[in-house]
């Protein structure tokens, strides 16, 4: 069974400082994702990443992936306040049908 | 392209009633999925369906929760004589073809009361 496991599931930090949150999987994987949840909203796909050594950035965002070690980060550079949201990375089980595994979430919040 | 559709956003059920969550997916998408996501938890699959087939419905509870897609129309989440434990957001994704992301609606937020 694919298990997806999230640290840390809180954070909080100030603005201007770096962080990362971490993502192990369990089992291979096609494609990992990144989503961002604001209170009450829904998911807004930030990342997919579909193959080892994959990096991608966007803004103060970038997400990587390491598929031989399972695991996808996902940094903060200069953390702002409207970063505050949970995080959550999802991972599609190789061969499946599309059913996505998610993390609990990390809740991230940015301290002025 | 509207994104996909989820009504009603909010819904509040009496124990013992019947719950109807609607989802109208992203056009020529003919994939939906639904998932389901507790407070404080992410989001847990539920079942994945295709025009008038259900794929994959590992994650559907065993009594009282059913899903559709018909030919024409949205696809249907029903909940039948809704518990408080049903208490949740549901969500629904859709996506063009088995190897493409899946969108997700706004989702739908269950009380019961």
């Known amino acids: 069974e694919l298990k997806v496991e999230q640290n840390p599931l809180f954070l909080s930090m100030q603005e201007g400082k770096n962080y990362t949150i971490y993502c192990n999987y369990s089992?291979?994987?096609?494609?990992l994702y990144w989503y961002r949840q604001d209170p009450g909203k829904s998911l807004e796909s930030l990342f997919v990443?579909?193959?080892?050594?994959a990096v991608k950035q966007e803004g103060r965002l970038m997400a990587s992936l390491d598929t031989k070690a399972r695991l996808s980060t996902l940094h903060i550079t200069a953390a702002v306040h409207d970063l505050s949201a949970t995080y959550f990375c999802a991972v599609d089980r190789q061969g499946g049908s599309e059913k996505l595994v998610f993390g609990k979430g990390t809740k991230l919040t940015v301290n002025p | 392209n509207a994104g996909v559709m989820q009504n009603p956003r909010h819904l509040v059920r009496r124990r013992g009633q019947e719950a109807r969550l609607r989802c109208s997916p992203m056009k020529e998408h003919s994939h939906v999925y639904w998932y389901r996501q507790l407070p404080e938890e992410g989001l847990k699959f539920m079942v994945y369906l295709q025009k008038e087939n259900i794929i994959d419905e590992s994650g559907m509870p065993k009594e009282r929760f059913s899903a559709e897609f018909p030919k024409e129309g949205p696809s249907i989440l029903r909940i039948q004589q809704v518990v408080r434990g049903d208490s949740a957001a549901y969500f629904c994704?859709?996506?063009?073809?088995?190897?493409?992301?899946?969108?997700f609606g706004q989702g739908t937020r269950l009380t019961v009361v």
């Open positions: 990443l579909l193959s080892n050594g």
């Open positions: 089992t291979t994987s096609d494609r």
């Open positions: 994704a859709s996506s063009s073809s088995v190897n493409t992301e899946a969108f």
